[in-house]
């Protein structure tokens, strides 16, 4: 067989037209087809979401419900000026409980979702039982507060006798145009 310019021609389009195809007919198409099945899938995501919100029968009801429940959280956190009085409750509660409060410092308040924090490093000393007491009648607040690093310490004069040292924080809403309150 005999390899010419016609041979050489015919064999550079026998190899031309495979990449000529790839590029303008393969190429576009997975293009196409890669959107296609993103779509089919954002669609069906969708589908999901649509199916779970047809198994809350009465959505009303269940909105209805979770206002309520944020208004229940709502009521429970006091306003700025309220935290003193919150702070004198603390305060009574410790000595009703036949504890000495060594020190009370209040720190900055932190923002934290919706609400401020006001964190207040707490000192005090006695009897474990009444502790003990203060800590359960702290849970029975009708307010939101949170006990975070608390260190006790067993005091070696006398049996039972303890010293804590502890950030008691208590949660409450800003105030429009201020940062909360200062002690």
């Not at 026998?14 to 590029?23: S, V, W």
């Not at 923002?111 to 006001?118: I, P």
């Not at 010293?163 to 201020?178: M, N």
């Amino acid at each position: 067989m005999r390899f010419g310019l016609r041979e050489l021609i015919f064999f550079m389009v026998l190899i031309g037209l495979p990449i000529c195809a790839y590029f303008f007919a393969f190429k576009p198409m997975n293009e196409t087809k890669k959107a296609v099945i993103a779509e089919c899938k954002a669609k069906e995501n969708r589908l999901k979401k649509l199916e779970l919100a047809r198994h809350i029968e009465n959505l009303g009801d269940e909105i209805d419900k979770l206002s309520q429940a944020i208004a229940l959280f709502e009521d429970r956190l006091p306003e700025a000026k309220e935290v003193e009085v919150i702070l004198r409750e603390v305060w009574q509660l410790a000595t009703r409980r036949g504890l000495n409060s060594r020190s009370v410092r209040t720190e900055e308040p932190e923002q934290c979702a919706g609400c401020l924090e006001l964190p207040i490093a707490m000192e005090m000393n006695g009897n474990f039982d009444g502790f003990y007491s203060f800590l359960l009648d702290l849970e029975k607040l009708p307010r939101i507060t949170r006990i975070h690093q608390m260190e006790l310490n067993k005091l070696t004069d006398e049996e039972g006798h303890m010293e804590a040292r502890f950030t008691l924080s208590i949660f409450f809403e800003p105030q429009t145009g201020q940062g909360g309150p200062k002690a």
